[in-house]
């Protein structure tokens, strides 16, 4: 008896040690577009996914639940701005895109997903190019 439990616990603390940690819960997409001019523009969109849920059912007023915390429809547009706020410069300074900065064309937040659409401060580069490549508006 003493050996099958110490088994079953060992067990479980295997599975707690290699499982991978939490997802945040955001899908994220960037699309960049370098027009022939040399104009580089994107688009970055992010989602939180199907988890979001009124509170009561078909009333918003009564705030969103995401399984642990509950959160009015103000306090989810701010969360998603901030999250368009720092999220968006980590990911042109981690790929590089936009080397000078970028001015904010426009900006969509939802309840549960946001996306801002951008132009590069500087113009594109061979190496942009070729990294990059050129996206029709349509892409």
């Known amino acids: 008896m003493r050996h099958s439990v ?39 969109e992010f989602s939180r996914g199907d988890k979001l849920r009124p509170v009561f059912a078909y009333d918003q007023s009564g705030g969103f639940s995401d399984g642990r915390d509950v959160y009015s429809a103000e306090e989810l547009r701010k ?36 996306s801002l659409r951008g132009e590069c401060k500087e113009a594109a580069t061979a190496e942009d190019r070729e990294q990059f490549g050129k996206k029709s508006p349509t892409q």
């Open 79 to 114: 969360k998603n701005q901030r999250h368009l706020q720092f999220a968006v410069p980590r990911l042109l300074e981690e790929n590089g895109y936009c080397r000078e900065g970028y001015y904010t064309l426009d900006t969509l937040v939802g309840y549960g997903n946001g």
């Open 6 to 44: 110490f088994i079953v616990g060992l067990g479980l603390l295997l599975q707690a040690c290699s499982s991978t940690p939490p997802a945040t819960g955001i899908t994220e997409q960037f699309t960049p577009q370098i027009l022939d001019n040399g104009t580089k523009m994107f688009r970055y």
